[in-house]
């Protein structure tokens, strides 16, 4: 299922201040910073034919007596948390897409609520209008694609179920541009082919696709054939929001001195895995990929290396031991190349709570884990430097090395620079 | 309603009691005279968006001297749905 929330920043202003209601209101940036265009319009704006992104002159033209707003996010933000909040009363599944639009994972739970997707839809509308005072069009399918479309195939305020029955009709009859990620560049692309509606997408075939697109083409082919099958993702109600998407945790540092031998950097990069696994735990989240970073003492080049775990983990012994087999497989240390800095970087991030699928044969990760959880709260009674690692205790300069607490590098700007 | 014209959001001084398990519950509404009025009865809580003054938050359907009307959390501040009366200046 997938709600968006109508005109959103315009419909916020109105149920705001009533007297904006059944006017046409735009919201836009500031004029005076050459940020004039529109970035809402309400309905009754868009009866005078204003569009989003226009420049305010041009929608003045159109529309005298216009009501012209500077955008307020803070309340923007605030809507879409309660609206957000009605979302995880039928489902924890639920995956933001910017502030106004959301996709929520009902298969789980849809039986607790009567099994009907279009009475929960409806009530979730009904809802959203008697607490916010705004309106939201929900499309239903049994794929994120589909849902997506239905919630923009009618406008405001309705209801849209895109089934395994009706698709052919309702999906495949469009403009291949409604599909989502079919941009103006694709659409133009494919209308030279004349592929002109969805159905004509899903029927192109594996050599033209690939020819003209790569595997992007087979991807969008996916979509509009409804089999697309990417999860919902689950976001923690309680800390994750759209506005702190976090990607990765990294923590990188130059070293004291230039780095010579295996031992001392092996002791940055246990200092440094230490600090990344404590803040995934902290948030809550497992990483799958760990990435480290190398810059040359000499030349001050940097290069990045990175591997997939078949498993995600927040344990600080399997991030440094993956970093180190990567620094290894790249590194000679036979005195010839020093080392500068180094960087840990964990991405492919998935959350803490998600189901994980167990190995039969590697049963310590939990206990490493443990203790994990049991220095984290050593360290948090008594400071990061309380307890460490024998590997970190080779490099006599790194002793006194708090990264975590004073040394919280951002990702990016380590090794990009 | 007779004589009113229409309404607009008052922000009010409310004395309440916030509760061990989280929950609030209004006592008195203090106006800013310094009139207080103590809340009689709650007769229902739920979220609603205000239609007449616009915004959203906790809506208390509270009885003040056997009068119904509306008071609302909107955390932190309470407002209610003022009365202005045909004549008044807005």
Request: with cysteine; charged share 30%; glycine share 8%.
């Amino acid at each position: 299922m997938h709600v968006d929330m109508n005109t959103f920043y315009a419909s916020v202003e109105q149920a705001e201040h009533p007297k904006l209601r059944g006017k046409p209101v735009v919201v836009a940036g500031k004029e005076e910073l050459r940020h004039g265009i529109v970035l809402t319009k309400s309905q009754e704006a868009k009866a005078y034919g204003i569009k989003t992104a226009e420049a305010l002159w041009e929608a003045r033209a159109k529309c005298p007596g216009l009501v012209v707003l500077p955008p307020d996010y803070p309340l923007y933000k605030k809507y879409s948390a309660l609206a957000r909040d009605i979302y995880y009363q039928y489902t924890d599944l639920v995956e933001p897409f910017g502030l106004d639009e959301n996709w929520l994972d009902l298969t789980g739970s849809i039986h607790l609520h009567g099994g009907q997707p279009r009475v929960v839809a409806e009530e979730i509308s009904e809802r959203i209008r008697a607490e916010l005072g705004v309106t939201v069009s929900i499309g239903i399918s049994w794929n994120k694609i589909f849902a997506k479309f239905g919630s923009d195939f009618e406008k405001p305020d309705a209801i849209t179920e895109i089934t395994r029955e009706n698709y052919q009709d309702i999906v495949w009859n469009s403009p291949v541009g409604e599909l989502l990620y079919v941009g103006h560049a694709t659409e133009r692309k494919l209308a030279a082919y004349n592929v002109r509606t969805i159905g004509d997408l899903a029927h192109a075939s594996d050599a033209y696709l690939k020819r003209r697109f790569g595997t992007i083409g087979l991807m969008l082919r996916t979509f509009a054939r409804g089999e697309d099958a990417t999860p919902v993702k689950a976001y923690d109600p309680a800390r994750k929001d759209v506005e702190r998407t976090v990607k990765s945790y990294g923590n990188g540092l130059t070293a004291p001195h230039d780095i010579f031998t295996a031992s001392d950097a092996k002791a940055l990069i246990y200092l440094l895995s230490e600090s990344v696994a404590q803040r995934l735990r902290e948030d809550g989240m497992r990483a799958r990929t760990i990435a480290i970073g190398v810059r040359d003492g000499e030349d001050l080049t940097s290069y990045t290396r990175q591997t997939k775990l078949p498993y995600a983990t927040a344990a600080t012994r399997d991030v440094a031991r993956t970093a180190w087999t990567l620094v290894l497989a790249n590194e000679r240390f036979d005195g010839t190349r020093p080392i500068r800095g180094l960087h840990v970087r964990a991405t492919d991030l998935v959350a803490a709570s998600e189901p994980e699928q167990l190995s039969l044969f590697e049963s310590k990760r939990d206990i490493a884990l443990r203790l994990d959880f049991t220095i984290d709260e050593l360290r948090r009674r008594f400071g990061n430097l309380c307890i460490q690692r024998g590997a970190e205790l080779v490099d006599e300069a790194l002793l006194g090395v708090d990264i975590k607490g004073e040394n919280t590098v951002h990702p990016v700007g380590y090794l990009h620079s | 309603m007779k004589g009113i014209e229409s309404r607009k959001k008052r922000y009010v001084d409310v004395v309440a009691l916030h509760r061990e398990d989280g929950s609030v519950r209004p006592l008195s509404i203090v106006w800013e005279d310094g009139r207080r009025f103590k809340v009689d009865r709650i007769l229902d809580t739920r979220r609603a968006a205000s239609l007449k003054v616009g915004g959203t938050g906790v809506r208390f359907l509270v009885r003040i001297r056997d009068r119904d009307t509306f008071l609302f959390y909107e955390n932190p501040r309470w407002f209610v749905e003022e009365k202005v009366r045909a004549g008044e200046a807005r």
